[in-house]
């Protein structure tokens, strides 16, 4: 039976404790990084080195789409044309999607080369009825690349956006008061104006 591998782990690279395990996570990390990197022989001798060094490159990475986003309109606001702009944040968005998948990816190869083992667990299986797969989790996190510095929900709305379309927003009744009050074990009951007549007459 095939090692359990958690949802987000890298297309090419074997299960922690195959065979090929190593090997295939050595040049899929290498395919992560600059190619600059494959002129260091440390990296090649030592995968564990080689996966620190790409997980801090994607985390910075996804920093820098972050960083990007949040800018491009102060940047480039003057520089181009409004169709062009909107054109350079869904870039930054659609790259931020995957730098947030490739770094959640080098993070699990990573742990597995630390030897740890991986199981299943409940919230790997998407709820009944739920049709987004294991990868939707991700794919939430990587919107949130540009959408926290933006003011953007996941969604891509804005806040100016959200209210319109949610309505204004209705207060909740304290929980208290729905549920009736206990006096000595029994429950207190409103005196009801059919009581008072029936007492009178």
């Known amino acids: ?64 789409a972050r960083d990007g986003y949040r800018t491009a309109r102060t940047e480039l606001g003057n520089a181009l044309p409004a169709h062009a702009l909107d054109a350079v944040l869904a870039a930054y ?21 630390r030897g740890e083992v991986f199981t299943p667990q409940l919230q790997d299986a998407p709820p009944p009825g739920d049709q987004r797969g294991p990868d939707a989790e991700d794919e939430l996190s990587a919107r949130r690349v540009a959408a926290g510095a933006s ?27 729905q549920r009736p009050a206990h006096s000595g074990g029994t429950a207190r009951r409103k005196n009801r104006p059919s009581d008072k007549h029936a007492a009178t007459g």
């Not at 969604?155 to 208290?176: L, V």
């Open 1 to 64: 039976m095939a090692a359990y591998v958690p949802p987000g782990w890298p297309p090419g690279v074997h299960p922690p404790g195959s065979e090929d395990f190593e090997r295939t996570a050595q040049a899929w990390l290498l395919d992560t990084v600059p190619a600059d990197y494959r002129l260091h022989g440390v990296l090649r001798r030592y995968p564990l080195a080689l996966a620190a060094m790409a997980a801090h490159h994607t985390k910075a990475c996804v920093a820098g």
């Open 93 to 113: 968005r659609a790259e931020g999607r995957r730098l947030v998948a490739t770094a959640h990816a080098v993070d699990l190869v990573a742990r597995a080369l």
């Open 151 to 177: 003011g953007e929900s996941a969604s891509g709305e804005s806040p100016a956006e959200r209210p319109g379309r949610d309505g204004p927003a209705k207060p909740r009744k304290a929980q208290a008061a």
